[in-house]
């Protein structure tokens, strides 16, 4: 939530007065962004568990039940009475909140809609996301592209589009030829990255690139923090802030820093107990700590590729190593490399092999010579507020 929230503060800021929907969690950081909140009324949401699904199939039908299918009746009812009091410019929704898009459009609201990663939809030129490829090269790679996006599209709207349709009828709209239709029936896709990260592509005439949101979660931002002493390269380790099965993992990098003549900081977030990880002398293991404040001090972050988390090191200039886990992290995975910027090794990889993937970075200046190059741009498309909110103000 860290992007989303950061639009909202962005916007509180500008002097807009914004109205956030939400699970319970999100109340005080909804307020602490200046946005008066309101509780989506069924409660909490379903849990993500895409780390113990190994199939397509069963990863589509998780994604639509807890994030696209299950929340939307809800988010719809919810939506449309907080429009028919509020009476708002314009409704901004996050990616999955299709209910929300769906209640807009029945009460002829302009809605934006936010994409918090690299371009996720399908475009010519654009890798079928969660394949983790690189942008095709002659006949073969384009049949690749138009393969895999078929492919895609036809297993999300298996689960999907049906009950969207549905949804759609109640609230006295027309059906969509395919779930991500509803996406693009926004007046804007606002695109939280930077260009220079992703891949060049035939975006819809209403896509546009707005820069990322640095921004670091609420609960990172007073936690207390010290590396272990000593003048040693610094590496963070930042894997997901939620879990994604990734305690084993973890412990492989933790041991691969042990050695290595480095001083490692790893931060587990809320999903995992520090506790859990046996941390060797260079190697201190907390809940939490501002990234951007550690970034600014490390020469290497080892993390699982999520968005943030990626582009944020770049900004920094810090170069990467990658274990990517699932979701986007491939695709970040190879945004990375094919710019230079770092290594991916499996999620599995054994300790030795992390630690050699860490070793070479560290040893090599072309890695921090290509992250700061991407990075610089990324920085400054996040300083410029104006692509974000020229857009929203439009």
Known sequence: MPPELGVARRLARRGHEVVMLGDNSMEEQATGAGASFRFWTDGETGEIRDWALHTPMGLARDM??????GPAPQQARDTVSAIDEVRPDLVLTSFFAFGAMVAAESRAVAFDVLLPNTYPLPAKGMPQVGTGFAPAKGPLGALRDRMTTFGGTKLIDRYALAPLNELRAEHRLAPVATTWEQVHHARRQLILT????????????NARYVGPILDDPAWTSNAPWAPPAGEAPLVLVAM???????????QRIVDALGSLPVRGLVTTGPSIDPGEIRAPANVTVVAAAPHHQVMARSSLVVTH????????????GVPLVILHHGRDQSGNAIRVTSRGAGIAVPRGAAAPRIAKAITKVLATDSYRAAAVKLGGTIARDAANGSLLL???EL
């Open 64 to 69: 639509f039940h807890n994030m696209i299918g």
């Open 305 to 316: 590729g999520g968005h943030g988390t990626v582009v944020k090191a770049l900004a920094a």
């Open 390 to 392: 020229d857009e929203l």
């Open 194 to 205: 930077s260009s220079a990260f992703d891949f060049p592509a035939e975006l819809p005439a």
């Open 240 to 250: 997901s802030s939620t879990f994604q099965n990734h305690v084993q993992c973890m």
